[in-house]
């Protein structure tokens, strides 16, 4: 063991989610969610290995995630609502909100960009966040308690 060992990250790896290092209070990795693969994830859990619960949700999001889209598309679409008739009503913001009729168009206007799985007032919390053309300046949070939506946060950091 060298003098500066304790400098260097944690890692572990796990069958199904694969290579997780420690950094910056999170075990760090990427997660396939359907179609979209390496999409960052942050799992809570002490410095000695990531928390077993965080782990499970992990493993599981990839096979329930077609599962969730169509709540995650109605939260989407309840969000982009607002959007839609702002920028009706200004003339400059027409060109940046996209034109939807229907919930399940928005899965063009937007892109996962972060998982973190984490305790929530106690809760092991799945929050998969999401970019969005009609709001750039915020991150659309999507979290899951249970595998049901509890919130969907417009200003997810």
């Known amino acids: 063991m060298g003098f500066l060992d304790f400098l260097r990250p944690n890692?572990?790896?796990d069958s199904v989610v694969g290579d997780l290092v420690r950094r910056g209070?999170?075990?760090r990795g990427v997660i396939s969610l359907g179609s979209?693969?390496?999409v960052p994830?942050?799992?809570a859990g002490p410095r000695a290995a990531p928390g077993e619960a965080g782990l499970v949700l992990a493993r599981e999001l990839g096979r329930r995630y077609a599962a969730l889209l169509p709540v995650i598309e109605r939260a989407l679409f309840e969000h982009y609502e607002p959007y839609a008739e702002a920028a009706e009503s200004e003339e400059g913001e027409r060109?940046?909100?996209p034109r939807l009729g229907r919930p399940e168009q928005v899965w063009e206007h937007?892109?996962?960009v972060r998982v973190r799985i984490e305790a929530s007032r106690g809760v092991d919390t799945v929050e998969i966040a999401y970019r969005?053309?009609?709001d750039p300046e915020h991150t659309v949070g999507a979290r899951f308690q249970g595998w049901t939506l509890t919130e969907l946060n417009g200003s997810v950091i």
């Open 11 to 13: 890692a572990h790896r």
């Open 25 to 27: 209070g999170y075990w």
């Open 36 to 38: 979209e693969s390496g």
């Open 41 to 43: 994830l942050l799992l």
């Open 95 to 97: 060109g940046r909100v």
């Open 110 to 112: 937007v892109a996962p």
């Open 132 to 134: 969005t053309e009609w």
